[in-house]
């Protein structure tokens, strides 16, 4: 079974990006909207409809697909009039909607040429315009921008939400970049293994992960684990391989006192500094490895348990400190920052 | 052919019948078109059978043999020349189309 018991609703105008690592069920779930794949039981419904029994052609839920499967034998215009033409709209009507949208995506000049002598940013316009000439109300998208150059992605990226807002249509959104996701989405589905582990806004996903998956799928996380000690005073303190920590609990969690549970502290809320300027909760530690992502740098450390650390610093923070590769600093964080996984 | 193309035409409002109109047969048509002047080529110069089970209605190949059993006659190198250049025209038809179809396979750079 591709995708287990999935419960989730899409507002209009929503922008929803479904993301999970390779064969988490995502793309099934969205062929199923689609009606491209029937789902073995539940219902599907879009504006309160019932779809399950409707066929592909009438859902009215066009697709951008991951290879764009734009159809080689027409030129670029014809492909933009496909859904048009299925729809009976007159000939001359289809080739004023298919140039207006070409227009709209900037891609006017090449109406007449070969789909195969495009650029890939080009045909990936031609397949949004394609999907997009026939005013539909949802727009779903499988990993677009996955075949784009590094920058074109950046760009596409303004081009896609700039579009969702301007047409208030529903985008469902399928990748498996965390990045695109959390720049487009007003919210974000993370899928694994064809079940559901948490759904909310982009903020929420990455401050509080519902799940231990969350926490390691968005990626600039330091997870630690150990026992609950002592719980007095609302404020948790949890023994760890590396020593103990102090943990607050969110509302509504309750801990109990010798129980096993993990916490995660941002990579981007970790402070670097010497051992008397150091925070409540602190670790020794030592640079490995840089790795520069931009206007931020990620600084892997290991302690002297093997435990590896991520932090990420501003480069201009980084160069008022000066760290050396196999320098000891000590890394702490307030408890505040600390973030207590909900056991599950 | 990319079996996702014939389920973005679905996705585009298109029947069943009417994806197999706008999208599998035009995408196939230099296929059926090369693959019947290939099997023309081949029954027009098939010997064998066709001089087995011809009765009354003889091929050309057949009219050949029999002409060639009873006396050599400059009929026979005309017809030759005819029956060489009908199939080599048949089969060149079917390598073009198959030739000019592959250019279009090939992705866009960058």
């Known amino acids: ?344 | 052919m990319d079996p996702q193309l014939e389920a973005a035409a679905w996705n585009l409002g298109a029947s069943e019948w009417r994806a197999m109109a706008t999208v599998i047969l035009p995408f196939t048509r230099p296929a059926i078109i090369s693959a019947l002047c290939l099997t023309m080529a081949v029954s027009f110069d098939e010997f064998a059978v066709a001089w087995f089970v011809s009765g009354l209605n003889k091929t050309v190949p057949v009219i050949i043999l029999e002409i060639l059993q009873g006396n050599v006659d400059p009929q026979i190198n005309a017809i030759g020349t005819l029956v060489f250049i009908v199939s080599i025209t048949l089969v060149v038809i079917a390598q073009i189309l198959f030739m000019t179809r592959t250019p279009k396979e090939r992705h866009g750079e960058g």
């Not at chain 1, 419904?45 to 951008?64: L, Y």
């Open chain 1, 1 to 344: 079974m591709a995708v287990q018991r999935l419960n989730l609703e899409i507002l209009p105008g929503e922008f929803v990006a479904i993301m999970g690592p390779s064969g988490c069920g995502k793309t099934t779930t969205l062929l199923m909207l689609a009606g491209l794949e029937q789902p073995s039981e539940g219902e599907i419904r879009i504006s309160g409809r019932r779809m399950n029994e409707v066929s592909p052609s009438e859902r009215d839920t066009p697709m951008v697909w991951q290879s764009l499967a734009l159809f080689p034998f027409l030129n670029v215009v014809q492909n933009v009039e496909f859904g048009l033409k299925m729809r009976r709209v007159d000939a001359t009507t289809q080739h004023r909607k298919a140039l207006e949208w070409l227009e709209r995506l900037g891609i006017a000049e090449f109406a007449k040429r070969d789909v195969s002598l495009l650029s890939g940013g080009q045909r990936q316009r031609v397949a949004l315009a394609r999907a997009l000439v026939t005013e539909p109300e949802i727009l779903l998208l499988d990993e677009p921008l996955s075949a784009l150059d590094a920058h074109l992605v950046i760009h596409m990226q303004g081009v896609l939400t700039r579009l969702q807002k301007e047409l208030g249509i529903t985008f469902v959104y399928v990748t498996h970049s965390q990045s695109e996701a959390f720049a487009m989405a007003d919210r974000v589905v993370i899928m694994n293994e064809g079940a559901v582990m948490q759904i909310g806004t982009p903020q929420a996903v990455y401050r509080s992960p519902a799940h231990r998956f969350v926490a390691e799928f968005v990626g600039t996380n330091n997870i630690l684990s150990g026992t609950a000690q002592s719980t007095n005073t609302g404020v948790l303190s949890l023994q760890t391989e590396l020593g103990g920590f102090r943990v607050q609990p969110s509302a509504g969690q309750s801990v109990a006192e010798g129980a096993s549970c993990s916490f995660v502290i941002g990579a981007d809320h970790i402070l670097l500094t010497s051992e008397a300027e150091a925070l409540e909760n602190r670790i020794p530690c030592s640079l490995i490895s840089e790795q520069f992502v931009g206007s931020v740098v990620t600084l892997y450390f290991e302690t002297a348990s093997g435990v590896e650390f991520r932090v990420q610093k501003q480069q201009r923070e980084l160069d008022a400190l000066n760290l050396k590769i196999g320098e000891t600093v000590w890394a702490s964080w307030e408890t505040q920052h600390a973030y207590l996984l909900p056991e599950v």
